[in-house]
């Protein structure tokens, strides 16, 4: 079993759909990471946070450290979401960083 | 702009030969990070730096070396003694314990 488990592996959605991609993780984390991969195989970073919620423009991130899962939302989503999308369990007292295996999302117009 | 360079994009080499990845950044970041990415696996850790001068091996260093001379720079090295050296490699930058900052990664070919 992974230490860092994203579900689902694949998701294809209409325009406009509310999105929401999960992760659960078994190690001890400090942050956990939010990443986005585009085709072309860069990637940033959305959202960085060890508790709570954070929100930049449609994009939603959550996190229960009880329960050791966090969830990435998309409101009204548009065919330029489409992309992988990674979380990344940050361990600070080791300075580790865990990833999951990634979302692959698709938004059709 | 500031941002983290890889080059080249692509990359195809022979077998038995050892092969160099360019990443720079000018972000004034202390660490920086090689990750090497292969289809359904998460990324892994192949060397981090969090100074000039000092690196650490990471999950997966075998067959591979580094080098930080400088803060902006921390180039790869793909040596031949790598047995699948095929992948994506991608270089990261941080302020210690903050969010990465990723290059648009090198693939590498090798036949």
């Known amino acids: 079993k992974n230490e860092v488990e994203q579900s689902p592996q694949n998701l294809t959605a209409q325009e406009g759909e509310f999105i929401t991609i999960n992760c659960s993780y078994s190690?001890?984390?400090?942050?956990l990471h939010w990443l986005q991969q585009h085709p072309g195989g860069g990637i940033v970073s959305l959202f960085m946070?060890?508790?709570g919620k954070k929100k930049h423009g449609r994009l939603i991130a959550t996190i229960n450290i009880q329960e050791k899962h966090s969830s990435l939302h998309i409101t009204a989503s548009h065919p330029r979401d489409s992309a992988v999308y990674i979380c990344?369990?940050?361990?600070?007292?080791?300075?580790?960083?865990?990833f999951g295996t990634g979302t692959r999302l698709t938004i059709i117009p | 702009d500031g941002g983290i360079t890889q080059s080249p994009k692509y990359l195809f080499r022979k077998e038995g030969q050892n092969v160099t990845l360019s990443c720079e950044q000018n972000?004034?970041?202390?660490?920086m990070y090689w990750y090497r990415q292969d289809p359904g696996q998460g990324l892994r850790l192949i060397y981090y730096?969090?100074?000039?001068?000092?690196?650490q091996k990471g999950d997966i260093a075998e067959g591979y070396s580094v080098s930080r001379e400088k803060k902006e720079s921390f180039p790869l090295t793909v040596t031949s003694a790598q047995k699948n050296p095929t992948a994506f490699y991608l270089c990261?930058?941080?302020?210690?314990?903050?969010?990465?900052?990723f290059g648009n990664g090198t693939r590498l070919t090798v036949t």
């Open positions: 990261a930058s941080s302020f210690v314990r903050g969010p990465l900052h």
């Open positions: 190690v001890g984390i400090s942050a």
């Open positions: 946070l060890s508790s």
């Open positions: 990344a369990a940050y361990n600070f007292g080791n300075e580790k960083l865990t």
């Open positions: 972000l004034n970041h202390d660490a």
């Open positions: 730096s969090q100074i000039v001068n000092d690196f």
